[in-house]
């Protein structure tokens, strides 16, 4: 989404600048043109030099260069760029650009600016919860300005609270999602995720390593283009940041499946990323089961085969997307699942790359089409890889 976009990006003066130079390098990356404006204090924190050096653009800092005299202009700047991003923007600097308070370069550009404005604010907790500082950033707020709001963690006070600058990489995606093409606004999609726990007794189950990442990344990418998502997912520590996600929450494989095919008739399609057990105890024992013996005899039987269910009730307008983790004749065995399953295509992780597959926050898949055609990917992290094959998934569908 960033490729070629035009990015102004202002740092000033907190110790949280020295994250400006892993912003640069991710921006560059992504493929934007990135211009590095400092006030006069942020240069005691991170050298000009580092930050041209990334951006491969001269750092500007004054209103004009004094060897040659060259006039850096705020108002060229200002209708330049596609977006502005400071970060980290400081208590001193929001009272500034609330009132217009232009004395330096970077503010003179913010206030010539035509393009969106992210602001992440860094600083400490005390500071960030003066009433002084929260007005500033509401103001800001109803000016239009973007605020990407700090996390909480360790400052360099030594104290630990809110106020700590977000990490780039959220910062980048924050970004990232503004562009964001709103190509599925009015489909409703349904998306699995996690594992399922198949309980053995109160205390036992068995079950996988899923996490659900892949899962919900998938979820907040289609929800960004401006899906309507309804997210099925097994037992997982994850949050939504999109809060218009409907999440059901379900445990088991016989619960998913309830929660899959209750609502599977109204959707326009699917993806079915939860890594849901094949079996499951035929009988769940009522009391803890105690150690007696040599061995622990446990009878399984088949779960719900979710993935065929829906295959057999897929009309023809509706799409599926399916996922599979192998680790031998993986090409061949993924093939097989896509036919058996009715899926348009599916996604094949392997469990011989490394970084990859359960508990990363990276994944290497390939995309396998009933066409023959395969597309294979570098490693990349889990937003970017549901981003892929959300991309995939509209070329091919809408």
Known sequence: MLTNKKIVLGVTGGIAAYKAALLVRMLVQKGAEVQVVMTPMAKEFITPLTLSTLSRNPVLTDFFDTNTGNWHSHVDLGTWADAMLIAPV????????VIG????????????????????????????????TREN?????????????????ELASGLEG???????????????DYFAPKDMVGKKILITAGPTYEKIDPVRFIGNYSSGKMGFALAESCARRGAQVTLVAGPVSLSLQNKSIERI???????????????????????LA?????????ERREYKIKREGDSLNVTFKPTVDIAAQVGKLKRHEQFLVGFALENENEEQNALSKMERKNFDFIVLNSLQDPNSGFGFDTNK????????????????????VADDIVKEMNTLIF
């Open 90 to 97: 400081t208590a001193n600097t929001l009272a500034k650009m």
């Open 101 to 132: 308070q232009a004395d330096n370069l970077l503010i003179t550009t913010y206030l010539s600016a035509r393009c969106p404005v992210f602001l992440a604010p860094a600083m400490d907790l005390d500071m960030f919860a003066h009433p002084s």
């Open 365 to 384: 898949v390939t995309i396998l089409h009933r066409s023959g055609l395969k597309k294979q990917y570098e490693l990349k992290s889990k937003l970017d």
């Open 274 to 282: 939860a890594a849901v057990a094949d079996f499951t105890p035929a």
């Open 162 to 176: 809110k106020g700590r600058m977000e990490d780039p990489e959220s910062i980048v995606r924050s970004i990232n």
């Open 249 to 271: 929450n379900v445990e088991t494989a016989e619960e998913m499946a309830k929660a899959v095919l209750s609502r599977w008739d109204e959707m326009d399609g699917g993806i």
């Open 137 to 153: 950033l509401s103001r800001l707020k109803a000016y239009g300005n973007i605020i990407i709001e700090p996390a909480v963690g």
